[in-house]
Nanobody, 118 residues
Framework: QVQLVESGGGLVQPGGSLRLSCVAS????????MNWYRQAAGKERELVAT???????RVVDSVKGRFTISTDNAKNTVYLQMNSLKPEDTAVYYC????????????WGQGTQVTVSS
């Protein structure tokens, strides 16, 4: 079993920045990819950013140029640097890890709230 613990969410004004962290621990064999999803109130969960074990990273168009995903493989940690935040970025952000022994869909964190408001 793998546990994911997220941190870094909070309340920020429009134009501000936050950095989310997600630490994976437990029975980790081989991580395939680490992802960040978000779910706004009344909306479906959506993929925001993904990074493979080989370091290939991409973000969705709505956050391109503002969000950056990165990892510290030695610490099994994935980060999401969020700059120039907008009110529409308000959501619960979830860490997701795809791992060779994981069930379908991978492992999920508990989520961290990000609120962008003046």
């Amino acid at each position: 079993q793998v546990q994911l613990v997220e941190s870094g969410g909070g309340l920020v004004q429009p134009g501000g920045s936050l950095r989310l962290s997600c630490v994976a621990s437990g029975s980790i064999f081989s991580i395939l990819a680490m992802n960040w999803y978000r779910q706004a109130a009344g909306k479906e969960r959506e993929l925001v950013a993904t990074i493979t074990s080989g370091g290939s990273a991409r973000v969705v168009d709505s956050v391109k140029g503002r969000f950056t995903i990165s990892t510290d493989n030695a610490k099994n940690t994935v980060y999401l640097q969020m700059n120039s935040l907008k009110p529409e970025d308000t959501a619960v952000y979830y860490c997701n890890v795809e791992e060779v022994m994981a069930p379908a869909g991978g492992y999920w964190g508990q989520g961290t709230q990000v609120t962008v408001s003046s």
